[in-house]
């Protein structure tokens, strides 16, 4: 083994410009494979990081406009979701609605605790079963329950962070249960302090349903009516229960059954769906572009090797004579192609993940504003284990098959011809 790394190493040596131009090429091929992947991670990943807060068995319905006439009304008609419609869906689907729950908010209000003043406060009215769709983690005391929207209680749940500002940096939020808040013309008993996600636009302070309608003045209208589901496993089941969602909502609005227009629903499930099968042919696409970049260097590692079966042709045929099989003739040949991928694959390779690190540290840290939320451009690109046991299953794979035809080419010469050779 000793003097097959030292024949390689004296064939390298004595080509090293060659060598080295080739071996460029490879480390170039796997370096874009790992870069090209790390940036998809984390592109995947940074759409996905809004999803992390809420349940991804969630469905939103909306009212939007009718697109057909029925039942003597003209088609653009615009319809409005009720509290009864929040009862008919859990009463028609109890064996698949788990939670159900609807909000909604005011901004612009004031609060005001002692002698501080905060202002641009949203007031978002909800139900019990908000906690469950969005995963609320609470630091302190509890969230909204039953008795507070039957009662229409003036308690309210705040933000980790507004209670930060409260404390003045401090994190004691247990101190606040039960003291009381200001906002707008309104006192508010504290129940609770909830993890508010610090990259988004997540400043909702909570407070029950009911006594949100009392204090913005509203009617039974709703503006969404959101709920979390069970049982429905696949994309077709999703679509056939939006189907009859849809059709149990019509007869109370007086909407055609097969009007698909009128009422808007929103499934996280399904869109998480159509996102896993965006990012598998996201990664396909990068592994493809990857692959055939790292296939150039691949055909000039193989292109390096005929030309040394050429300038060697010579010894290859006094080996022979001296009893060297062509076996041994193609392991010479094949183990050089390794191991110049290898070498020059591990360096690329090494480039590759330090460019995600400095990727994450870079792009990864940038934001950008959306829709009023600061979202980061890339998140943790980076390539796990996994890749780099594809890439060097990948690396022996091209070393080989750069060296193969070389190889053959070299043990199928004859010793007398090897031998006239110049």
């Given at each position: 083994?000793?003097?097959?790394?030292?024949?390689?190493?004296?064939?390298?040596?004595?080509?090293?410009?060659?060598?080295?131009?080739?071996?460029?090429?490879?480390?170039?091929?796997i370096f874009?494979?790992?870069?090209?992947?790390?940036?998809?991670?984390?592109l995947?990943?940074?759409?996905n990081?809004?999803?992390?807060?809420?349940?991804?068995?969630?469905m939103?319905?909306?009212g939007?406009?009718?697109?057909?006439?029925?039942?003597?009304?003209?088609?653009?008609?615009?319809?409005?979701?009720?509290?009864?419609?929040?009862?008919?869906?859990?009463?028609?689907?109890?064996?698949?609605?788990?939670?159900?729950?609807?909000?909604?908010?005011?901004?612009?209000?004031?609060?005001?605790?002692?002698?501080?003043?905060?202002?641009?406060?949203?007031?978002?009215?909800?139900?019990?079963?908000?906690?469950?769709?969005?995963?609320?983690?609470?630091?302190?005391?509890?969230?909204?329950?039953?008795?507070?929207?039957?009662?229409?209680?003036?308690?309210?749940?705040?933000?980790?962070?507004?209670?930060?500002?409260?404390?003045?940096?401090?994190?004691?939020?247990?101190?606040?249960?039960?003291?009381?808040?200001?906002?707008?013309?309104?006192?508010?008993?504290?129940?609770?302090?909830?993890?508010?996600?610090?990259?988004?636009?997540?400043?909702?302070?909570?407070?029950?349903?009911?006594?949100?309608?009392?204090?913005?003045?509203?009617?039974?209208?709703?503006?969404?009516?959101?709920?979390?589901?069970?049982?429905?496993?696949?994309?077709?089941?999703?679509?056939?229960?939006?189907k009859?969602?849809?059709?149990?909502?019509?007869?109370?609005?007086?909407?055609?059954?097969?009007?698909e227009?009128a009422?808007?629903?929103?499934?996280?499930?399904?869109?998480?769906?159509?996102?896993?099968?965006?990012?598998?042919?996201?990664?396909?696409?990068?592994?493809?572009?990857?692959?055939?970049?790292?296939?150039?260097?691949?055909?000039?590692?193989?292109?390096?090797?005929?030309?040394?079966?050429?300038?060697?042709?010579?010894?290859?045929?006094i080996?022979?004579?001296?009893?060297a099989?062509p076996?041994n003739?193609?392991?010479?040949?094949?183990?050089?192609?390794?191991?110049?991928?290898?070498?020059?694959?591990?360096?690329?390779?090494?480039?590759g993940?330090?460019a995600?690190?400095?990727?994450?540290?870079?792009?990864?840290?940038?934001?950008?504003?959306?829709?009023?939320?600061?979202?980061?451009?890339?998140?943790?690109?980076?390539?796990?284990?996994?890749v780099?046991?594809?890439?060097?299953?990948?690396?022996?794979?091209?070393g080989?098959?750069?060296?193969?035809?070389?190889?053959?080419?070299?043990?199928?010469?004859?010793?007398?011809?090897a031998?006239?050779?110049?």
């Amino acid at each position: 083994m000793q003097d097959l790394f030292t024949e390689i190493w004296e064939s390298v040596r004595r080509n090293k410009l060659r060598t080295a131009l080739t071996g460029f090429s490879v480390a170039w091929g796997i370096f874009m494979i790992i870069v090209l992947l790390g940036a998809g991670n984390g592109l995947m990943n940074s759409f996905n990081q809004d999803s992390e807060g809420f349940a991804s068995n969630i469905m939103e319905v909306f009212g939007s406009q009718t697109t057909k006439p029925y039942a003597g009304f003209k088609e653009g008609r615009r319809i409005e979701l009720k509290k009864a419609d929040m009862e008919l869906i859990a009463k028609r689907f109890p064996d698949i609605v788990d939670q159900i729950s609807t909000s909604i908010s005011r901004s612009g209000f004031t609060m005001t605790y002692g002698k501080k003043y905060y202002n641009s406060v949203t007031l978002a009215g909800t139900f019990p079963g908000q906690a469950t769709m969005e995963r609320i983690r609470l630091y302190a005391g509890r969230f909204i329950n039953a008795n507070d929207i039957k009662e229409k209680r003036k308690v309210i749940v705040l933000t980790h962070l507004s209670a930060r500002n409260i404390l003045e940096g401090d994190t004691d939020y247990e101190s606040l249960i039960g003291k009381r808040v200001k906002v707008g013309n309104l006192s508010f008993k504290i129940i609770g302090v909830r993890h508010s996600h610090e990259n988004q636009n997540d400043r909702d302070l909570y407070i029950p349903f009911t006594t949100s309608q009392t204090i913005f003045g509203m009617d039974d209208s709703l503006d969404r009516i959101s709920f979390t589901f069970n049982g429905l496993d696949s994309e077709e089941a999703n679509e056939e229960f939006e189907k009859r969602l849809k059709s149990a909502l019509a007869g109370p609005h007086q909407v055609a059954p097969d009007d698909e227009g009128a009422f808007w629903i929103w499934n996280r499930f399904t869109q998480n769906l159509q996102m896993q099968k965006g990012s598998k042919a996201l990664q396909t696409g990068l592994w493809i572009v990857g692959i055939f970049t790292l296939l150039g260097g691949i055909v000039g590692v193989s292109n390096i090797m005929l030309i040394t079966v050429k300038e060697r042709t010579h010894e290859f045929g006094i080996r022979k004579v001296l009893g060297a099989k062509p076996w041994n003739i193609m392991l010479l040949i094949i183990a050089e192609s390794i191991v110049i991928t290898a070498f020059f694959g591990y360096i690329g390779m090494l480039l590759g993940l330090g460019a995600c690190e400095l990727m994450d540290n870079t792009l990864g840290q940038a934001t950008m504003d959306l829709m009023g939320q600061s979202i980061r451009l890339l998140v943790n690109p980076k390539v796990g284990i996994d890749v780099a046991v594809k890439a060097t299953v990948l690396l022996i794979v091209a070393g080989t098959l750069a060296g193969l035809m070389p190889a053959r080419r070299a043990a199928k010469v004859r010793p007398i011809e090897a031998l006239r050779a110049d």
